[in-house]
């Protein structure tokens, strides 16, 4: 059965910090991997992975895809409270699987 | 773990008729439900908000007399795209909030590829 598992679970960390959240899949028929920071109105795309090894990267947030191993990980340093978020991770195959999330709290 | 599932998973119609989308949240009540339509740059723009026993709540711009949603339950929430169009093909996907805290996670449905002809 296809999942999508994102560790950990929560986080909590200090303005300054960097972190390394993680997803893992089993899915049919892989077409992309997403990543989305879940706000209060709906979830702000973030990243879409589709190939191994090319790291994306927006500011602070950068992310990668291993389609060997079957996961990803996306990085934010310097972490401010305006990071403090749930961050969900998608991916897209047959359908569309959501990981559970990963709550990060930033503290000052 | 908490399971959201979305019913059809892919759904293919003529235009001018009218196809429902069932959300159901399969180990837990959720009083909120979310209803998101995909566009092609993977956006999830936020169509309504579903709440159990009263009306949704529909964000600017989406027709509320097109995409009737009802949300009959504790763990059943439909949308209904009536007399759909080719411009309503798309991705949609629905979301339930476990707790009644706006911090609560949200767990995503598999989404529905509706493609009208």
């Known amino acids: 059965e296809d999942k999508v598992v994102q560790s950990p679970l929560s986080l909590v960390v200090h303005e300054g910090d960097t972190v390394t959240l993680n997803c893992s899949y089993e899915v049919t028929n892989f077409r992309s991997l997403l990543w989305y920071k879940q706000e209060k109105k709906a979830p702000t795309f973030l990243f879409m992975l589709?190939?191994?090894?090319i790291e994306k990267k927006s500011g602070r947030l950068s992310s990668i895809l291993d389609k060997k191993e079957l996961f990803s990980i996306l990085n934010i340093t310097a972490t401010q409270t305006g990071d403090s978020a749930v961050y969900l991770c998608a991916v897209r195959g047959n359908d569309m699987r959501f990981g559970a999330g990963t709550r990060l709290t930033v503290k000052p | 773990g908490a399971v959201v599932s979305q019913h059809p998973s892919r759904v293919i119609c003529k235009s001018g008729t009218s196809v429902k989308i069932e959300c159901r949240s399969l180990d837990f009540q959720a009083t909120t439900m979310f209803w998101y339509r995909q566009f092609p740059k993977q956006s999830l723009m936020l169509m309504a908000t579903s709440n159990e026993g009263s009306k949704a709540t529909y964000e600017q711009g989406v027709e509320k007399d097109k995409f009737l949603i009802n949300h009959a339950s504790l763990t059943l929430s439909t949308l209904t795209v009536t007399s759909a169009h080719p411009e309503d093909s798309s991705f949609y996907i629905c979301?339930?909030?476990?707790?009644?805290?706006?911090?609560?996670?949200?767990?995503f449905g598999s989404g529905t590829q509706l493609s009208v002809l």
């Open positions: 979301s339930a909030r476990k707790g009644g805290s706006s911090n609560e996670k949200l767990f």
């Open positions: 589709t190939s191994s090894g």
